[in-house]
């Protein structure tokens, strides 16, 4: 079992070793300088006088030139399930060990390292020492005991950088699992209040996948192995302390995920970028894997689409539901939610409209994990098991996805609380309990802005109505802000953040022959391209002088005009080029080629875009939908 470890910084190695040291695991472990390669060491080598306590290794990763080891410095408790404690890495460090590397460094070694920080510090990790995070309740029922092993991959973050000390366990023994501690990313919390006099615990824990991890417009749709971009499983966690002897655990779990189909958007300084379409029989053998591996994992899907059914959206929402009816799936259950026209006017009560016709199709909030533990013996006698899920997407699975999760969350939850007898089957707990429904509301629209700030780069949208109930112009203003980051960081800062993704995940990996590979990093546009947002600046730098350091004191003296003017001029001639050339200016992703398609708009096949690459073997059979030979 996993737990804190003493970490030791040597001339030539890095050492670590568990601070609840026992015969049995009295070990040491060692990433050395000489070869780079982690091994086990002599406790004798190990200085106590000279070392410091970190929460976890998180693993190690090798880029261009040296092997580093990434660590969790600090954590903080966030909550409790069933006595194991919940932690949130809250410091992050990336130690080499070579005390020269820093000296010298190549540039292309800086930015990998500056892609992993950026990374980790945007990161929200959690973790337990006694706790499988990446499992649900109901599935950690069956997992004999807490172990990497038993680890649901999907969600088990830090699966590539453990890679080495795994192999390790594997081959020396298993004591060396110890150094192992699987952290999701994600959101987890547990808050202890109570109801009606009873004390409860209400946590909710949200794993983002590893698969086809991402940003916004990088990562959407479904892959050729069934993995869909921004895929989450979010489980509400309810523990009733009955009396002394005896406490109810309840679990319900709800997943969202990229709409399932072949798709993407391609950047272009548009507000609403290109829509194109993935080859019809393409993206239904894809999303045949895709709920394939969901019923496999949660039995029954009840399947919910907010994506809008006219405008943009509705070529989405059409070869979504044309697979869907290809599939002919009787464990497949799909409705439809017009989310905008249902709820305009701000009128997002009417989201449990969308629950009724749930019900109809039999979905039912009786449908839960429910496990009874003696507290005196230690054992658990299940009641019941989750057969079903509701699956849930919109555009992005951001923000409407939220609202309707929490609707649904706040169904299930009345239903346990009858069936813990909390409340009488004819009382809403929510009506007469504010500070619970606080709780509640602030757990779900805290879990909103975690998968929203992982994917988009910012909060999520709508979370005033996830917060209070009410959609307010406050809110619809927040909202505003929120798009316009979006549209500024989706276009001119997501493809590094989408390198930071593929670097930690294990998608790219460095090349360790810096003699035969080109740095990815190197700008490879045209020269008049790269310059010009440099004559846009320098035209905006000449108009602000003009208006507010004008020459002979006048703005409106000859040659200020003229200065003026021409800058302003030519600012509208570079705005105008770089929108038309909108492509080119988007700041793509360098270190996996997008796998975007071979663009049939008389584009010089002999052009290099920054970082943008066509897939040679995809073509546009016609405008927005593509297929491959």
Known sequence: MPGPLLFAKLSDSLLFKPVQATEKNNLVLELSNHDSRIRPSSEDEFPLSNSEQIAAVLGFIRLKLNKYVVIANTCEKTGKINDHIIYKVTKYSIVSPNPALDLKLS????????????QLNKSKLYFSYTYD??????????????SWRNADTRFFWNYYLQSDLMSLADSDGDQWSQFIQPVIYGYAKVIDTGLNGSPISLGLISRRSRFRAGTRYFRRGVDEEGHVGNYNETEQILIVEKNADSREIYSHVQTRGSVPVMWAEINNLKYKPNLVLGDESLSLDAIGKHFSEQKAIYGDNYLVNLVDQR?????VKESYE???????DQHLNYVYFDFHTECRKMRWERVKLLIDRLTQL???????FHTIINLRTRTGEVKSEQSSVVRTNCMDCLDRTNVVQSEIAQWVLQ????????????SIWSDNNKILLRHFRNLWADNADAIS?????????KTDYTRTGKRTYIGALNDLINSISRYYQNNFTDGPRQDSYDLILGEFKPSKDVTTVGSPFYDRRPFYIQLVPSVLLAAMTVMFATIFFPKQGEFTCGNNL???????????????????NGIQYVNWPKLIKVRFLDIEQNIDKEKQFNGLHYLPSAKFSKPGVFKRD
């Open 311 to 315: 405008g943009h959206e509705l070529p």
């Open 453 to 461: 700030l992982s994917y988009s780069g910012t909060g999520a949208l």
């Open 133 to 146: 995070l990446t499992n649900s309740l109901q599935r950690n029922e069956y997992n004999d005991q807490v």
């Open 562 to 580: 003229f200065y003026f003017l021409s800058a302003l001029f030519v600012a509208l001639c570079s705005l105008g080029f770089m929108f038309s």
């Open 107 to 118: 540039s292309e070694e800086s930015e990998y390292l500056h892609l992993l920080e950026s």
């Open 322 to 328: 044309s697979a869907i009816n290809a599939l002919g």
């Open 362 to 368: 039999g979905l039912s909030n009786n449908d839960v």
């Open 415 to 426: 239903r346990e609380f009858e069936m813990s007898n909390l409340v009488e089957n004819n």
